[in-house]
């Protein structure tokens, strides 16, 4: 009984070597790429601090569509360079600040949104850090640095207005909005642009003798031929901003905005006041 055992045994061990081979699958290997990029906020004043659990960037890259990038846990807290880490990008990396998940068009092309309407802030420095979605292109060594590129106009709007202000328009014959490039390496420095730009959320008052202090960001560049109407709950006045301004990234530039008032037969003319729902 143990040599027919013995012999059972052989003959299987013969069977199951000449068993056709099947190949299996390679274990997954991730794609290559960089996972952990350096990242630094320069705003125009103060410093910011990231938050490692609740602060994102989104990145674009050849294979990367919206990926969150966070700091890494060692960041928490910090300011000035940190490293993020997500997925492996492969190529060209662009990058905005804060992340959203519906993405930012803009930044995949490496270009900065300018919106056609702002909310109110009481100084040049606040309306250009708060109206600021950040976007940048990733350097040779991997930083994405975030920064101010647009300047703002201040301008003081001198006018009789019966009401609180709620909202006002700037308008230009030039664009005022659009998509800024941020490569400094592209023809068109604004694509998709707009020629006027809406102040929110004022909520204050105006007059001749207490006049509104009113800051716009804009895009760096010569303006002229700017107009603005100030609007309340029930009215609204337009005006003519005159001169030309010049506005540099991270300065203020200067205009008064007044009601005109133009002799004509003994009488004059001024800014139309318009009802409106």
Known sequence: ????????????????????????????????????????????????????????????????????????????????????????????AFAYFPYSSQGEEAAREGRQ???????????????INKNTTFVAVADKDGLFRFRCLCGALHIKVKMQFGEAVERVTLNSTKPLTGWLDVTGEKEEVLLNPGYSISITDINRSCSESSPLDLWVMLPEGSYSGLSITVAGA???ISTVIEGIFRIKAGEETSANAEEKKIDYDGGYLEGEEVDYD
């Open 113 to 127: 949104p300018l919106s056609e309407v702002q909310s109110y802030q009481s100084s040049a420095i606040a309306q």
């Open 1 to 92: 009984m143990k040599r027919l055992f013995t012999a059972f045994v052989a003959i299987s061990a013969i069977l199951s070597c000449t068993k056709a081979y099947i190949p299996q699958p390679d274990p997954y290997v991730p794609e290559p790429g960089t996972c952990v990029f350096k990242a630094q906020v320069e705003l125009l004043q103060g410093q910011w601090v990231w938050d490692a659990v609740h602060d994102k960037v989104g990145v674009y890259a050849d294979n990367l569509d919206n990926a969150p990038f966070q700091p890494r846990a060692a960041y928490n807290g910090k300011s000035g360079i940190i490293e993020l880490m997500g997925e492996g990008a492969l190529g060209q």
């Open 234 to 236: 029930t009215e609204s």
